[in-house]
C-alpha cells in the first residue's frame, strides 16, 4: 500500500474535474489531471465527461491507474446558457454530475474551466452553503507586486449587505492565512479614500463591523490604486466592485504589454533591443500571471468549487487540482464553521 | 487691438488658475499659465494665489502682460483638510476666490490641481448646478488602445440614481463629441456581463433609460477588461465604480511599468536590450500618459470648473486651460441646457 506523509490510500482527497468544460477541454484539462497526479500520490482525480471522448485524450499519457478514473456525464453546458436554466435542464451534464458527486461527498473538492454563472449558481443550489454562511463568495487570487492578494467577491450575486462583506473578510483571512500560507493575512476594504468617513453607504456601514472584528488584522479602507501594490493580503468589495476590479486587471494588463510589445517592434533598434530583453521580460509579466496560482475558490460551501479561467491550461487545471488538497488538508471549511458560523450563533 | 478668428479682445475667454494648488505650484502653474497664453491671444488667465508669491513665478517668464493677471487670494486650502469645512472657512483661499469669480461671471473657468474634495464641493456650493442638472460629475479621460475614453462619474458624491446616470451619459456625449472631437460618441454603462439582464439594481434599472435615449449613441453594457481596449468612447457609472475604475487604470500602469523597468536591469544583456528598446518604450507609454488631454471637467455647473492631477506639470496645466477655450468656444453648457435641461422639462 502506497503512503505518503503517513496518509493510507483510503484517505485520498478525491477532487472531481470537469473535463467537458473551458475553451481547452477536455485536451488541457485532461493534461492537468495528468499532471497533478504525478506531482503527489495521495490525489485521486475523477474526470466527469464524455467517457469516450475523455479516455481518447487519456490514452495519450502514462499515468497511474489508481489515481484517475473517468465518470461519464452525457452533456456539456456552454457558456452562452442562462446558468439558472443550464443547471435545472441539464441533469447529465459534466457540472451538474460533478456538483453532484460533491454534495454526495463521494468527491471532497470540484474544479471546473466550465461557465462561472452554471458554477455559482449549481455551487449553491447543488452543493450548497455551510449552514450559516450567508452568500458563498467567489475569490480570485490577483498579481500584486509583492505576490498575490485575494479578492473577494467576484461573483454574480451583487448588491451585497454589510453582514456578507464580513463574512466574506473572515472567510477571505481563514483561506490567505491557510491555504496560500500568508500568517496574519492584511484584511482591507475597498474604498474611494483611505478615511474612515468616505465610502458609499454599503462600506461606511461595513467598516465599523469589520473594524469590531477580533479575529481578523483589519487595516482599513484601500483605494483602488494601492491593490496592485499589493497594501493588502485580502481585498472586501461587493461583486459588482470585485468585477470591475478583476476584469479591469486583465483587460489593462493585456493592453499595456501589448502596447509595450507593438513598441518595440518599431525600429531596429528597438527590435535588437526587445530581442535581447525578451526573456527578462518574460519573467516579468510571468510574475503578473494569475494562473500559477490555480483557480478562484468558491467560499462557504459544503465541500469546495474552484473555478479557473474559461482559457485554462494544463498548469492552471494542476494548480487548481493541487489547491483543492492544501484546503482540504486544512480542514478550511472546519474552520469556516468554528470561526465563522459558531461565532455568529453565539451573538 | 488683437484680432484671432474674428474675435475681438472684449471677447477674450478668461480663464481663473489656481496658482496655489497642487504638488507643483506655484511653479508649474505658473509656467503652465505662461505656456497656455503663448499658443494663442483669444485667453486671458487670472492667476488666483498670494499675490507676491506668484509674481515672484511669474517674473521668471517674458509673456503678453495683458493676457496674465494676478488676482490675490491670502489663503490656501491644503488636501488634507475637510473639504466642506475648508471652503465655508477659508472664504480667502485661491479656490474660493476663483469659484466666485466664475460664480460671478468675471470668469468662464477654473482650472485647479487642488484639493479634489475643495474642488467638487466648491463647484456644487459656489458655482452651482445648472438648473434642471441634478448631480455635476467629474468626468476624466482615460487613457486607452484607440484614444482616449470619458469617464463619467469619478466625483465624490456615490449612490447615484438612474435619472443622474441618464444625465452623466447625455452630458458626456455632448462633452466628447464637441471637446474632445469624437463625432456620434459610442456610450456604454459599465456592467458585469455584455447582456441586457446583467448588472446590480442601478445598472439595471439605468439600462432601459439609456436604450430609451434618442439622443445619445447608446451600445449597451461595457464590461471593465474591454474599456482598456476603447470599445466605448463616453463609459457610464456611479461615482464609486468609476474611482476604482481611475485608481486602478493608475495604479496598474504604474505597478506593470516599473516591473517591466526592473525586470529589464535584471541582467547585462537585458540592460542593453532595455537602452535600445528605451525611445520605443517612452512612446508607448506616453500614449498612455493622461496629462496630454489637460484635466477633468466637473460638467453641469454654471461656468466650468477642470481638476487637474494633484502633481500636474506645466504641460497639463497647459492643455488644461485650452480645454476651457473649446468648452467656451463649443458653448457646451448651452448644449446641455438645450438637450438635456430643456429636454426634462417638456417630459
Known amino acids: 500500500m502506497k503512503v505518503q506523509g503517513g496518509r493510507f490510500m483510503q484517505d485520498m482527497i478525491r477532487v472531481a474535474v470537469d473535463a467537458m468544460g473551458g475553451d481547452n477541454a477536455p485536451g488541457e484539462i485532461v493534461k492537468g489531471a495528468v499532471e497533478a497526479v504525478a506531482t503527489r500520490n495521495d490525489i485521486k482525480v475523477l474526470l466527469v465527461g464524455q467517457q469516450d471522448v475523455v479516455a481518447e485524450e487519456l ?11 473517468i465518470v461519464h456525464a452525457e452533456e456539456v453546458i456552454e457558456t452562452a446558457e442562462p446558468p439558472v436554466m ?19 461527498k463521494e468527491a471532497d473538492a470540484l474544479v471546473s474551466a466550465g461557465s462561472s454563472g452554471a458554477i455559482l449558481v449549481g455551487g449553491q443550489v447543488i452543493v450548497g452553503r455551510i449552514k450559516g454562511i450567508e452568500r458563498p463568495p467567489l475569490a480570485p487570487l490577483i498579481p500584486t507586486e509583492k505576490g498575490v492578494s485575494l479578492l473577494v ?11 456578507h462583506l464580513v463574512q466574506f473578510a473572515k472567510m477571505g483571512s481563514i483561506y490567505m492565512e491557510h491555504v496560500v500560507g500568508v500568517k496574519n493575512p492584511r484584511v482591507a476594504i475597498v474604498n474611494i479614500g483611505a478615511e474612515e468617513e468616505k465610502g458609499n453607504a454599503l462600506v461606511k456601514e461595513t467598516f465599523p463591523l469589520l473594524k469590531a472584528c ?15 501594490h499589493g497594501e493588502a493580503d485580502v481585498i472586501v468589495c461587493e461583486a459588482f466592485t470585485g ?10 494588463s493585456s493592453t499595456l504589454v501589448g502596447a509595450i510589445k ?5 525600429s531596429l533598434k ?33 465541500g469546495l468549487v474552484v473555478k ?9 487545471v494542476k494548480n487548481s487540482i493541487i489547491q483543492c488538497v492544501t484546503f482540504k488538508e486544512q480542514d478550511i471549511n472546519e474552520k469556516i464553521k468554528k470561526n465563522i458560523v459558531e461565532e455568529t450563533v453565539e451573538e
Do not use: W
Open 153 to 163: 467577491d467576484c461573483g454574480a450575486n451583487v448588491d451585497a449587505r454589510a453582514s
Open 86 to 104: 443550464a443547471i435545472r435542464k441539464k441533469k447529465d451534464s459534466s457540472i451538474v454530475v460533478a456538483m453532484n458527486m460533491v454534495k454526495h
Open 308 to 316: 479557473t479561467h474559461g482559457s485554462a491550461k494544463a498548469k492552471e
Open 243 to 252: 468585477n470591475v476590479i478583476l476584469k479591469l486587471y486583465e483587460g489593462l
Open 214 to 228: 477580533t479575529d481578523i488584522n483589519f487595516v482599513g479602507s484601500i483605494e483602488a490604486r494601492e491593490i496592485p
Open 262 to 266: 507593438q513598441g518595440m517592434m518599431s
Open 270 to 302: 528597438s527590435k535588437i533591443g526587445a530581442a535581447l530583453a525578451l526573456p527578462a521580460l518574460k519573467k516579468t509579466l510571468k510574475a503578473f500571471d494569475a494562473s500559477a496560482y490555480g483557480g478562484a475558490p468558491l467560499l462557504g460551501l459544503n
Open 59 to 69: 490514452g495519450k499519457y502514462d499515468y497511474p491507474k489508481e489515481q484517475i478514473e
